[in-house]
């Protein structure tokens, strides 16, 4: 199976494509699994029922070509001051953003916060390595506790995702941990869609028996 769980649309201020172009490149690459994930400070709460309600269209349109979920990146820098927890029980999955950089929300009030969320949590482009030695913390014991996944983000953008490929003890530290596990191109152009990065991330989750990061 390949998933692609993070992907923007024209919902954000930096999406090149509508829902229905990322949903049929997808297709296109043979890829099983689409998450859209528009940020959340580009679609406020005004916007948020045509949001979903769009993603709610693709999902009966292109159902038996592909499995379409429907997401949402929510950024930490700082934390927003609408949670928007009035609408997440609409939605199959959040992540939340860059909890690693140093503007980011202190981590045990993001634990605290994120327990307003029902539906299933990732970190997105996330050194959860270094955000645990900051914080003296065993952090995929921490997220398993937590029951928050991890995404390994294939744009290109981010060290820690070649360092992770590179690191045999991190990898099982996270298969230790049995932390779910998803893979994301963080597509904002599909012109510049890492297809070959992405089947190699989703391989290496298959190949290290990774768990899955929630009922996909």
Not at 86 to 99: H, Q
Not at 109 to 133: K, Q, T
Not at 182 to 193: A, L, N, P, Q, W
Request: charged share 25%.
């Amino acid at each position: 199976m390949i998933m692609d769980l993070h992907n923007h649309t024209v919902y954000s201020y930096d999406g090149k494509n509508t829902a229905e172009q990322i949903i049929e490149n997808a297709i296109d690459h043979g890829v099983d699994v689409i998450g859209i994930t528009d940020h959340q400070f580009s679609i406020g709460s005004r916007y948020i029922d045509e949001y979903i309600n769009k993603l709610t269209e693709c999902k009966a349109k292109y159902s038996g070509y592909i499995k379409v979920l429907a997401g949402l990146e929510i950024g930490t820098r700082p934390r927003p001051d609408d949670l928007l927890t009035y609408d997440i029980a609409k939605l199959d999955y959040v992540l939340f953003e860059s909890l690693d950089d140093f503007r980011a929300m202190d981590f045990f009030e993001f634990v605290s916060w994120r327990h307003r969320y029902s539906c299933p949590v990732g970190l997105a482009h996330c050194d959860i390595f270094a955000l645990g030695e900051r914080y003296g913390l065993d952090m995929p014991d921490v997220l398993r506790a937590e029951r928050i996944f991890w995404e390994l983000n294939v744009s290109g953008n981010y060290d820690c995702y070649y360092d992770f490929l590179t690191s045999a003890k991190k990898r099982e530290a996270i298969k230790r941990a049995g932390i779910g596990v998803s893979v994301g191109s963080d597509t904002h152009d599909i012109s510049e869609y890492r297809f070959k990065q992405l089947k190699r991330a989703n391989e290496l989750v298959e190949s290290m028996g990774f768990s899955k990061p929630f009922a996909i």
